[in-house]
């Protein structure tokens, strides 16, 4: 396969990383999404939450993986586009075109994963004071039958007239 051919291949991978990127990063903006109504929800299931986590991370793994396959292209034809701007004029417009898009999930993603920072302070002080309630509940209730257990039954009462 002749170079120019071979790097010509080489942008349109490039076109279609970027394209697998930019469909990446909406399933996230809508898992972010999803959390930002969980965590909204009093009655949140930590299961659920903790499911669009690992969905997250996955697809955060494979953004990696694009990302560092997008480098390893452009470092084999950074020279070329540059050298023939006008040949890949097309390839050049259509990477511009999904980086800014791109570049606006990204933005988006991470002012909704801030929100939700803010949400998960909440309900993780919530959860907290449930917690800390119910324990004192618990500890005032065990006070409260051990006294009485270790309180006198009538029939020992000190004061129980025993004459009559």
Request: glycine share 4%; hydrophobic share 30%.
């Amino acid at each position: 396969m002749e170079q120019g051919s071979k790097n010509s291949v080489y942008v349109n991978m490039m076109v279609d990383s970027l394209s697998r990127k930019k469909r990446i990063l909406g399933f996230i903006l809508q898992k972010t999404r999803e959390q930002e109504s969980l965590l909204k929800d009093e009655e949140m299931d930590p299961d659920d939450f903790q499911a669009i986590i690992d969905e997250k991370g996955e697809q955060i793994d494979e953004l990696n993986k694009i990302d560092e396959g997008f480098d390893t292209l452009f470092s084999y034809v950074e020279k070329e586009i540059n050298e023939n701007r006008m040949a890949y004029r097309t390839q050049i417009e259509q990477m511009q075109q999904l980086i800014g898009e791109v570049s606006e999930l990204g933005i988006q993603i991470q002012a909704l994963e801030h929100q939700n920072s803010g949400h998960l302070k909440v309900y993780l002080a919530n959860q907290r004071k449930a917690i800390r309630e119910f324990n004192v509940n618990s500890r005032t209730t065990s006070s409260y039958y051990q006294n009485m257990a270790n309180a006198p039954k009538l029939e020992q009462s000190y004061f129980f007239n025993k004459t009559k």
